[in-house]
């Protein structure tokens, strides 16, 4: 990350995981621009950029994905304006539960 991208964002939340989705928020108070990319990806696979949305009043930027899946890992990070062009920044991981307590990757190498 770029020194001018580390000032971007503030904190990154991840507010819930559960089997049904997973809910982020980044706080980016200092980008200059009110909007951001949100990107995702899941281990070994490239980052694919799934919505875009606008920060409120504060700064936040806050995103629900409901298209997860029970057991699986994801990781997100945001795109938002800077003086360079766009600085990718923010990134978290999120682990969301199984319905059973028993990861996917568990459940494949059971099978095998």
């Known amino acids: 990350m770029s020194g ?3 000032h971007l964002v503030d904190r990154v939340v991840i507010e819930a995981a559960d ?3 997973a809910r982020l928020e980044w706080s980016i108070q200092h980008a200059p621009g ?3 990319a949100v990107y995702r990806r899941q281990p ?3 980052w694919s950029s799934i919505a875009t949305l606008d ?3 504060s700064g936040a930027v806050s995103f629900e994905d409901h298209s997860v899946m029970p057991g699986g890992r994801y990781g997100y990070m945001i795109t ?3 003086e360079q062009g766009q600085a990718f920044i923010g990134e978290a991981w999120v682990d969301v539960p199984s319905l059973t ?3 996917l990757a568990a459940s494949i190498a059971t099978l095998t």
Request: proline letters at 19%; aromatic letters at 4%.
């Open 4 to 6: 001018e991208a580390e």
């Open 101 to 103: 307590g028993v990861t």
């Open 34 to 36: 009110p909007y951001a």
């Open 55 to 57: 920060a409120d009043a």
């Open 44 to 46: 070994g696979t490239p």
């Open 19 to 21: 089997p049904g989705g």
């Open 80 to 82: 938002v304006p800077s």
